[in-house]
């Protein structure tokens, strides 16, 4: 439940940095009762079906079993449309942060495993996949595999909507399970829009409505930011 909590003010969020051994960069990015391990690993290649010589990042996306209050089923031959589609979003929301020819030949996986969920879960991925991003290429400039630093500027993610009327930020699982709005906000530190995923789960809303969620999460991915 929310609490005492605003509804322009985000859960307690904590990034735990290094938080695996052998990942070139890991965290534990908490956003309230939603805790996601990311790993950042380096393979010093390039995808086949790449025919210059830039870079790539790429992620997947995994919710552990007892993550939720009933166990969900491991995706072993097979992953889910949802699946797929927070694992699409984890890669080009971060992508959006890089310049992929300043790290030519190597593959970045950005790895998130979600030990609690508890609403958010797609958005504390990408939060934290920056951080272990960020690790990653500090460890690779360090040893001299990259020339220079891509990363271009830091980018954030955040739910907010509307729950009973009111613009919301951060929401909680109790709250987006009743949301009359539901959105997925990525920007840049510039505040570009990288997505902004809005859906009407109960009716249409106003244009205003979406102007006030995009300035409620800017404000909320500002303060992410900073914690990076």
């Not at 699946?83 to 300043?102: F, M, P, V």
């Not at 997925?184 to 979406?210: C, H, P, R, W």
Request: aromatic letters at 6%.
């Amino acid at each position: 439940m929310r609490k005492n909590r605003k509804n322009d003010e985000t859960r307690e969020i904590k990034f735990t940095k290094n938080y695996t051994k052998h990942a070139y960069g890991s965290v534990l990015a908490e956003f309230g009762d939603t805790k996601v391990i990311v790993t950042a690993s380096v393979e010093k290649t390039k995808p086949k079906w790449m025919e210059d010589n830039r870079g790539w990042l790429t992620a997947e996306y995994s919710l552990l079993p007892a993550s939720t209050n009933t166990r969900c089923q491991r995706e072993r031959t097979k992953i889910s449309g949802r699946t797929q589609e927070i694992q699409r979003l984890i890669g080009r929301s971060l992508r959006a942060g890089l310049d992929l020819n300043k790290m030519p030949e190597i593959t970045i996986t950005i790895d998130a495993d979600v030990i609690q969920a508890d609403g958010g879960t797609r958005t504390a991925s990408i939060c934290g996949g920056f951080v272990a991003l960020s690790l990653a290429v500090e460890k690779l400039i360090q040893e001299g595999i990259l020339k220079e630093n891509p990363i271009v500027e830091p980018v954030a993610a955040i739910s907010a909507g509307i729950v009973d009327g009111e613009v919301r930020l951060d929401l909680e699982y109790e709250e987006d399970c009743r949301a009359q709005v539901d959105s997925n906000v990525v920007l840049t530190k510039s505040g570009k829009i990288v997505e902004f995923q809005t859906t009407a789960e109960g009716g249409a809303f106003e244009y205003d409505d979406m102007l006030e969620i995009y300035n409620v999460a800017k404000k909320g991915i500002n303060e992410i930011i900073a914690k990076y």
